[in-house]
């Protein structure tokens, strides 16, 4: 069964920055797209990024042009890099990885991380 392990969350001020990780626990035959979500306190999980196998990014309005998505392929790790952060983007950061199984690409969820922006 595949885990995965995210790291990075914690508390930083407005305007600063954080880098969340998510591995896998071991080695996966094939990945898919990876991405990131978020949940605030009362609110719907969220998109906040998504990268193909090919490097293709997506992104919510909220998040473009300070936060990036990126991914080793070789080490099964998918990053976001959290730049000119605000309060409201305090939320239990998830990463989301499509795995390949018996029945084809299975979304595979980390266990969330905590990020929290004081103003």
């Known amino acids: 069964q595949v885990q995965l392990v995210e790291s990075g969350g914690g508390l930083v001020q407005d305007g600063g920055s954080l880098r969340l990780s998510c591995a896998a626990s071991?080695?996966?035959?094939?990945?898919?797209?990876m991405g990131w979500y978020r949940q605030a306190p009362g609110k719907q999980r969220e998109l906040v990024a998504t990268?193909?196998?090919?490097?293709?990014?997506n992104y919510a309005d909220s998040a473009k042009g300070r936060f990036t998505i990126s991914r080793d392929n070789a080490k099964n790790t998918v990053y976001l890099q959290m730049n000119s952060l605000k309060p409201e983007d305090t939320a239990v950061y998830y990463c989301?990885?499509?795995?390949?199984?018996?029945?084809?690409?299975?979304?595979?969820w980390g266990q969330g991380t905590l990020v929290t922006v004081s103003s």
């Open positions: 071991r080695i996966i035959v094939s990945i898919n797209a």
């Open positions: 990268i193909t196998r090919g490097g293709i990014t």
């Open positions: 989301n990885v499509e795995v390949w199984g018996a029945s084809g690409y299975v979304g595979v």
